[in-house]
Structures are given as C-alpha cells and as structure tokens.
C-alpha cells in the first residue's frame, strides 16, 4: 500500500482510538488489521471482546493475536492497556506499509523479535527494502510506537500531534 493512503487510514483509526482510550476509557486489546472495517473510505473498530478500562493496569495474560501482541503482554507481564494498544497500532501500520508482520511474536525466544531490539524497526524496514519508499518520518514515528520498552513507547496523543498527521486531507 502506498504511504500516503496507509497515513491516511491510519490516522482514522489512531483518532477512533484515541476517542476510545480518552473519552470512554476503553482500551480495545485486540486491534488488528482484521478489526477493523472499511466502508466507503471511512474505518470502523470492530470486536470489543478483549477490550478493558484503558485507565487500570492489567494484571498479566495473553489476549489478541500473536503479530499485535506487544511483548509486555507476550511475556505476561502486568502492563499498561492503551500502551499496548500503541504497539498493535504500530503492528498495523507496519504491515500495510510493507506487506508482513514485524515479528511472528514480540517475545526473545524470537530471533526476529531480539534483532527488532538491537535494531530497531528503521533497519527493518532497510533490510527488507521498503526504506526508498517509506519517509523518515513515518519511520520515526514507527520506532516510536513499536518500542519493546513501554516505559519508552510514545503515547497516542503524541502520535496524533506529530506533523505527519497534520498534513492529511480528509
């Protein structure tokens, strides 16, 4: 998918997540690509089974799909929701950017995942060969959202304020 139309759809969906988190305090933990509908141009959040209280901690446990899973909820650690609804938007835009999945899990049994680490998602995109085609900024933003440290991921509102998406015709 070309760039401008993943920005675009993208930030219907980061902006319907950020009414989620922000205004309803629900975190969704199950975002996918296969979450969310497409009806005449406008995205729509789907399947809220998984979803909890975006404002408390989870207490551990694996929930969603093994490519969105961030690796605090991989490793069943307590975590904060909203962030690891961060990561599997990130995962999301990711794929639509470059056609496959960062990892097949965000865990270091991972040999993908622990290269991701040392990395970062930047070379990831360079050795796959997207790198001419994908700007600086929107990489940037990616290794913001898919740090494997939720203590240093960037939060939604932040993604939202980054000029990338200021610039988007509706």
Same mark, same amino acid.
């Given at each position: ?39 005449? /141009? ?8 998984l979803s909890t209280? &975006?404002?408390?901690?989870? #207490?551990?446990?694996? *929930? @969603? ?23 599997s938007l990130g ?7 470059? /056609? ?11 040999? &993908?995942?622990?290269?991701? #680490?040392?990395?970062? *998602? @930047? ?48």
């Amino acid at each position: 998918m070309e760039e401008s139309e993943a920005l675009s759809l993208m930030r219907q969906v980061l902006k319907g997540v950020h009414y989620l988190h922000s205004t309803l305090g629900v975190a969704h933990r199950d975002l996918s690509l296969e979450n969310v509908l497409l009806s005449r /141009g406008v995205c729509k959040i789907t399947d809220f089974g998984l979803s909890t209280d &975006a404002r408390k901690v989870c #207490e551990g446990g694996q *929930v @969603g799909k093994d490519f969105y899973m961030a690796p605090e909820v991989v490793a069943g650690e307590r975590y904060n929701p909203a962030l690891a609804d961060v990561w599997s938007l990130g995962i999301m835009w990711f794929i639509m950017l470059t /056609g496959s999945p960062l990892v097949s899990l965000a865990s270091p049994s991972e040999k &993908a995942f622990t290269a991701v #680490e040392r990395h970062g *998602v @930047g070379a990831v995109i360079d050795v796959w060969g997207h790198s001419d085609r994908i700007s600086r900024d929107t990489i940037s933003v990616l290794e913001k959202m898919l740090q494997t440290d939720p203590r240093r991921r960037i939060r939604l509102d932040q993604v939202l304020a980054h000029p990338l998406f200021s610039t988007i015709v509706e």
